[in-house]
């Protein structure tokens, strides 16, 4: 599978001199994709830009601009950190605001809600937080309608109740809802003294039902009896009050707090994310050291980790997006430092990161794998953390990411940017285009392994096997269509 990756097809980078990347991308309803930008320029695209904008750019069904807009006002700018298309077309955006003359601002930055048309021009905005600083992590739209939020903050007053006081970078856990139009309905601050920050984004398993995952070092307050010392996930389920149903805690000697992603597939909790190739209860491969890309599955009901499964190599390596085609194939996008095992190769030797795609099968099994990115000594996460989406569209397949600027174009897969030599910190928002079809892995040898009679069939259908018994076989049956 090393040697079937797809090609790519075409880039292109949108920024300025300084720090640009892309936050988030999603398919749109008109069969395009909507995508938000960050960045700091005031050049390149952003002549004119005099405050941080929240920066939205959307694509038609080709992947060519349709339109594009900045979202701020003289003293306020947006984060647009997710975004979430509602059955009647229009957009949120789930963030952060910050700004002397931001509306309803509560302190140094704060959870932000945005609502656009389909056109991109805004509906409402609020801001939830406390006079220290918040930092957004995930949201969901809810069955009912409205909003669950989630992230971390250090400070208490206004919408924080109360915050659990510890050493220096102490963070509590912040969990709320809203209704449709942004109004907050309930707010849970959870951890301890130490660092508790959210794990992935809550899922919605029934109606008003939500299970999601805090990362902690706290062993006091919420976490007193989880009787676990060191690194601690605590995996909980919550009613529609924001009422904690069922719990568990798991060590970090099985799964790190370092998640991307969270889904649900076939009743289990699966995070998208980062492993112990030592973990004690489903190690790596042998062979394979540190960190690894993850897929970490969690029973419904007893929140119990009940599988893990492993990619990577000897190196660091981590997945932080996903998308599903409709065939069941899945994407997983992440970084890694590995040029063994499962990685085709590294830019820069093992001693900075790469961004890396995996694909497998609905199965979980691996179809290909490789590494793309420049040789920068900082990596293509520019000393940074991850940032970015991954989009399957029409066969194929977008990186909206960031691409660490390179003195000189071009840097082994970067072929474009908005140049700045000298600058070592500068970042350009990269959209990378793979195409599947040339994805193609080497034909096995034809094997007769099957006699099927009669074919086309209306009622009995014999099949014999010439496969050893010990071997998995999937059968699939069709209609005429």
């Given at each position: 599978?090393?040697?079937?990756?797809p090609?790519i097809?075409?880039q292109?980078?949108y920024?300025g001199?300084?720090?640009?990347?892309?936050?988030?991308?999603i398919?749109t309803m008109?069969?395009?994709?909507?995508?938000?930008i960050?960045?700091?320029?005031t050049?390149g695209?952003l002549?004119?830009?005099t405050?941080?904008?929240?920066?939205?750019?959307?694509?038609?069904s080709n992947?060519?601009?349709?339109?594009?807009?900045f979202?701020?006002?003289?003293?306020c700018?947006?984060?647009?950190m997710?975004i979430?298309?509602?059955?009647?077309?229009?957009f949120?955006f789930?963030?952060?605001?910050?700004?002397?003359?931001?509306m309803g601002e509560q302190?140094n930055?704060?959870?932000?809600?945005?609502k656009?048309?389909v056109?991109?021009e805004?509906?409402f905005?609020?801001?939830y937080?406390s006079?220290?600083?918040e930092?957004?992590d995930?949201f969901?739209?809810?069955?009912?309608?409205?909003?669950?939020i989630t992230?971390?903050?250090?400070?208490?007053?206004g919408d924080?109740p109360?915050?659990?006081?510890?050493d220096m970078?102490?963070?509590?856990?912040?969990?709320f809802?809203t209704?449709s139009?942004g109004?907050?309905?309930?707010?849970?601050?959870?951890?301890?003294?130490?660092y508790?920050?959210?794990?992935?984004?809550?899922?919605?398993v029934?109606?008003?039902?939500?299970?999601i995952?805090?990362g902690?070092?706290?062993?006091?307050?919420?976490?007193?009896?989880?009787?676990?010392?060191?690194?601690?996930?605590?995996?909980?389920?919550?009613?529609?009050l924001?009422?904690i149903?069922n719990?568990?805690?798991?060590?970090?000697?099985?799964?790190?707090?370092?998640?991307?992603?969270t889904l649900?597939?076939?009743?289990?909790?699966?995070?998208v994310?980062?492993g112990?190739a030592g973990s004690?209860?489903?190690?790596?491969?042998?062979?394979?050291?540190a960190?690894?890309?993850?897929?970490?599955f969690?029973d419904?009901?007893?929140?119990e980790?009940?599988?893990?499964i492993?990619w990577g190599g000897?190196g660091y390596?981590?997945?932080r997006r996903y998308c599903?085609?409709p065939?069941?194939?899945?994407?997983?996008?992440?970084?890694?430092?590995?040029?063994?095992?499962?990685l085709p190769?590294?830019?820069?030797s093992g001693?900075?990161?790469?961004?890396?795609?995996l694909?497998?099968d609905s199965?979980?099994?691996?179809l290909?794998?490789?590494n793309?990115?420049g040789a920068?000594?900082?990596?293509?996460?520019?000393c940074s953390?991850?940032?970015?989406?991954l989009?399957?569209?029409?066969?194929?397949?977008?990186a909206?990411?960031?691409s660490?600027?390179p003195?000189?174009?071009?840097?082994?897969?970067?072929q474009?940017g908005?140049?700045?030599?000298?600058?070592?910190?500068?970042?350009?928002a990269?959209?990378?285009?793979?195409?599947?079809s040339?994805?193609i892995?080497?034909?096995?040898e034809p094997?007769d392994a099957f006699?099927?009679?009669?074919?086309?069939?209306?009622g009995?259908l014999?099949?014999k096997?010439?496969?050893p018994?010990m071997h998995?076989v999937?059968i699939t049956l069709l209609?005429?269509t």
């Open positions: 599978y090393l040697q079937a990756q090609d097809a075409w292109r980078c920024g001199s300084e720090i640009d990347f892309f936050f988030d991308a398919p008109d069969n395009g994709v909507l995508a938000t960050q960045s700091i320029s050049d695209d002549v004119g830009q405050i941080l904008p929240g920066w939205i750019v959307k694509f038609d992947l060519e601009l349709d339109w594009q807009k979202i701020n006002t003289d003293s700018g947006y984060d647009l997710q979430v298309q509602l059955n009647n077309g229009v949120v789930g963030g952060s605001g910050a700004g002397s003359a931001c302190g930055e704060d959870f932000s809600l945005v656009t048309d056109n991109g805004m509906l905005h609020r801001l937080g006079p220290g600083s930092t957004f995930s969901i739209h809810t069955m009912d309608g409205g909003y669950l992230g971390e903050s250090n400070s208490s007053g924080i109360f915050h659990y006081e510890g970078g102490s963070t509590d856990a912040i969990i809802k209704d139009i109004n907050l309905l309930w707010l849970r601050n959870l951890g301890g003294s130490g508790d920050g959210i794990v992935g984004n809550p899922v919605e029934t109606r008003g039902r939500y299970i995952s805090i902690s070092t706290s062993t006091d307050h919420d976490l007193a009896g989880s009787g676990i010392t060191g690194g601690t996930r605590w995996i909980f389920e919550i009613d529609s924001g009422n149903l719990e568990n805690f798991i060590s970090n000697a099985d799964i790190t707090n370092s998640d991307g992603a649900i597939i076939n009743q289990n909790i699966v995070s994310g980062m112990n004690l209860l489903f190690p790596a491969p042998s062979g394979h050291l960190e690894e890309g993850a897929l970490a969690f419904t009901s007893s929140l980790l009940v599988s893990m492993q000897s390596d981590a997945f599903r085609a065939d069941g194939t899945f994407y997983f996008l992440g970084f890694s430092t590995s040029s063994n095992y499962d190769g590294n830019n820069n001693d900075a990161s790469d961004y890396w795609i694909a497998t199965n979980f099994q691996t290909w794998s490789r793309f990115g920068d000594d900082c990596g293509d996460l520019a953390q991850f940032d970015g989406a989009v399957y569209k029409d066969n194929m397949l977008y909206f990411v960031k660490t600027v003195d000189v174009l071009p840097d082994m897969d970067i474009c908005h140049l700045n030599p000298g600058e070592d910190t500068d970042t350009d990269w959209l990378v285009a793979f195409d599947l040339t994805a892995p080497e034909a096995d094997v006699q099927v009679y009669p074919n086309p069939a209306t009995l014999i099949i096997s010439k496969v018994t998995n999937r209609d005429i």
